[in-house]
């Protein structure tokens, strides 16, 4: 993807613990193996309102299997994921019905989510320039455009927590430019993201950057200094 990386933002500070009652998302010591395959060794983080985390890692280092933990899709073999409220997830393969339209995909959503109207999914629509396939099937939709769909069913019921697996994959640039203003719009109104990422200079925009590595999440160096909330 075109584009320039965002300027190097300083050191990290230590861990700074996020008090009780604060946090959207604490997880401690969780282990998941896939049979004799010991993919998470004792993974742990903490996010407080308002912080936009990233996690990167090797291929195959486990980051879906801790994305699917913390959505609740997969148990954990041991460990604790405490998360106070309701959570969006897009996992990094789209679950839409090809059959499907874009609009259908809202409404069912909307009833499982038990919302009032299709306004706020309308105005994510727009937002990432899907508005002209609302009345197209899936089926019939670019890998791109569905990603798009697959972040909108995520986000259109304002979760304080977004656990986004690789969210932009197959995004144009500009589309790319829309996800980071809305994921920006998003922290200052308090809502926490933790993204799955592998573009290498995405890395400067996060408040909290971890590592995934033989397991563990590590904190690394290329994150903003701390969550600083704005507004
Ligand atoms: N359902 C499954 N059954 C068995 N093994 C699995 C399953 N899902 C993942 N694995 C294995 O677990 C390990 C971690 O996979 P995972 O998809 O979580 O890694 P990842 O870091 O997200 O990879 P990538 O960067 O390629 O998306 C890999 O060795 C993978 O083969």
Not at 92 to 98: D, G, S, W, Y
Not at 154 to 166: S, Y
Not at 199 to 207: C, L, P
Request: aromatic letters at 8%.
């Amino acid at each position: 993807m075109p584009g320039h990386p965002p300027p190097a933002l300083g050191p990290v500070p230590d861990e700074e613990p996020v008090p009780d009652g604060e946090f959207v998302l604490r997880v401690s010591d969780v282990h998941r193996a896939y049979g004799r395959n010991r993919v998470l060794r004792g993974a742990g983080l903490e996010l407080p309102a308002g912080c936009l985390a990233g996690i990167v890692g090797e291929n195959g280092s486990g980051k879906s299997t801790l994305l699917r933990v913390l959505a609740g899709r997969l148990r954990p073999d041991s460990g604790t994921v405490e998360c106070p409220g309701p959570v969006g997830y897009c996992p990094q393969e789209t679950v839409l019905n090809p059959a499907f339209t874009v609009d259908q995909h809202l409404e069912l959503f909307r009833v499982a989510y038990r919302l009032a109207g299709p306004d706020r999914a309308r105005e994510l629509l727009d937002m990432l320039r899907v508005t002209a396939y609302r009345h197209h099937r899936i089926g019939t939709l670019s890998g791109g455009t569905r990603q798009k769909l697959n972040l909108v069913l995520a986000l259109m019921h304002d979760p304080p927590l977004l656990l986004l697996d690789e969210p932009y994959q197959g995004f144009d640039w500009e589309a790319y430019q829309h996800f980071w203003e809305l994921a920006g719009e998003l922290r200052k109104a308090g809502r926490s993201f933790l993204v799955v990422s592998h573009i290498a200079y995405d890395t400067g925009r996060f408040d909290r950057l971890w590592r995934l590595e033989d397991g563990r999440l590590v904190r690394d160096e290329r994150s903003a200094p701390g969550p600083a909330p704005e507004g």
